[in-house]
């Protein structure tokens, strides 16, 4: 079993500076990697996969890197609407999420 | 458009059991496999189980094997979650998701979720 953990738990960002948040998994799972947002109330969205693939209508400040265990989420120009949960998860075996990151703005 | 309903939370006392549904639209039911994940409140996501495009190969978190059923009905568009002997730490939103277009278990597609609360 992977085990997803993600750090910080919690990020606090001025609007227009960069979030980087971090994903580690226990074992490799090469570029099998996604990313999704989750705002209260509503259904994760998925942001990127593959590691650093947008998926379909993502913003262009939104952007992924890694491969093997370690990765890395980039919002870039933050702005209000980026408050949100997010979450990691590998899905080179059965799927597993991180614990998530919380974004908060400044 | 791809639209996923899922129906069927309820609050059930520990021990009992429930049934979950999801119908899905705008997709070609038959040729995907089908998730169901779930969270609990105020915390993140664990994926339940999943169902092959056939409906033959099944797989489960070791947190409900031999508790939880998945099934489809490829007529209905639907899959079922099949619960029981249900326990306090079941509580959560469940959703459903199909795989996505290449076969990999990644979501883009997500339904509102149904609530399941096992409560005394």
């Known amino acids: 079993e992977v085990v997803m953990t993600q750090s910080p738990a919690t990020l606090s960002v001025s609007p227009g500076e960069t979030a980087t948040l971090s994903c580690r998994a226990s074992?490799?799972?090469?570029?099998?990697l996604a990313w999704y947002q989750q705002k209260p109330g509503q259904a994760p969205r998925l942001l990127i996969y593959?590691?650093?693939t947008r998926a379909t209508g993502i913003p262009a400040r939104f952007s992924g890197s890694g491969s093997g265990t370690e990765f890395t989420l980039t919002i870039s120009s933050l702005q209000p609407e980026d408050s949100a949960v997010y979450y990691c998860?590998?899905?080179?075996?059965?799927?597993?999420f991180g614990q998530g990151t919380k974004v908060e703005i400044k | 458009q791809v639209h996923l309903v899922e129906s069927g939370g309820d609050v059930v006392q520990p021990g009992g059991s429930l049934r979950l549904s999801c119908a899905a639209s705008?997709?070609?039911?038959?040729?995907?496999?089908m998730h169901w994940v779930r969270q609990a409140p105020g915390k993140g996501l664990e994926w339940v189980a999943v169902?092959?495009?056939?409906?033959?190969?099944?797989s489960y978190a070791d947190s409900v094997k031999g508790r939880f059923t998945i099934s489809r009905d490829v007529s209905e568009s639907t899959i079922y979650l099949q619960m029981s002997s249900l326990r306090t730490d079941d509580t959560a939103v469940y959703y459903c998701?199909?795989?996505?277009?290449?076969?990999?278990?990644?979501?883009?597609?997500w339904g509102q979720g149904t609530l399941v609360t096992v409560s005394s």
């Open positions: 998701g199909p795989e996505d277009k290449s076969g990999s278990s990644l979501f883009e597609y």
């Open positions: 705008g997709i070609a039911f038959s040729s995907f496999a």
């Open positions: 169902i092959a495009s056939d409906g033959v190969f099944k």
């Open positions: 074992q490799s799972v090469n570029v099998a």
């Open positions: 593959g590691a650093s």
């Open positions: 998860q590998e899905y080179k075996n059965w799927p597993a």
